[in-house]
């Protein structure tokens, strides 16, 4: 079992910057793909961002509505992962949520087999 535990939503202005933890307990996840969605309100949840394990390729991948802006991270020793929030728009408010699996496509979260509880990002204009 893998529990996740994020951290460092809130609320900022446009253009501001936010950087979202997410805690693993229980068991390593080293060897998990971690992943990052959101979801606002009254929407399906959607892919943000994923990054495979760093001892084997450590790719990333982006949406398109965040490439640029956003970076996803890794910390074996710390057993967390992070997203780098920048230039942050209206439209990024949601809820979001970190994820990982063992075996699966970095984008779907149905093949995710952990999640944590979700932190809202709220962005004013």
């Known amino acids: 079992q893998v529990q996740l535990v994020e951290s460092g939503g809130g609320l900022v202005q446009s253009g501001g910057s936010l950087k979202l933890s997410c805690a693993a307990t229980?068991?390593?996840?080293?060897?998990?793909?971690m992943g990052w969605f959101r979801q606002a309100p009254e929407k399906e949840r959607v892919f943000v961002a994923a990054m495979a394990p760093i001892a084997w390729t450590g790719r990333t991948y982006y949406a398109d509505s965040v490439k640029g802006r956003f970076t996803i991270s890794r910390d074996n020793a710390k057993n967390t992962g992070y997203l780098q929030m920048n230039s942050l728009r209206p439209e990024d408010t949601a809820v979001y949520y970190c994820?990982?699996?063992?075996?699966?496509?970095?984008?779907?979260?149905?093949?995710?087999?952990?999640w944590g509880q979700g932190s809202q990002v709220t962005v004013s204009s």
């Open positions: 994820a990982v699996f063992r075996r699966g496509r970095p984008t779907i979260p149905e093949d995710y087999d952990y």
């Open positions: 229980e068991r390593s996840v080293d060897n998990y793909t």
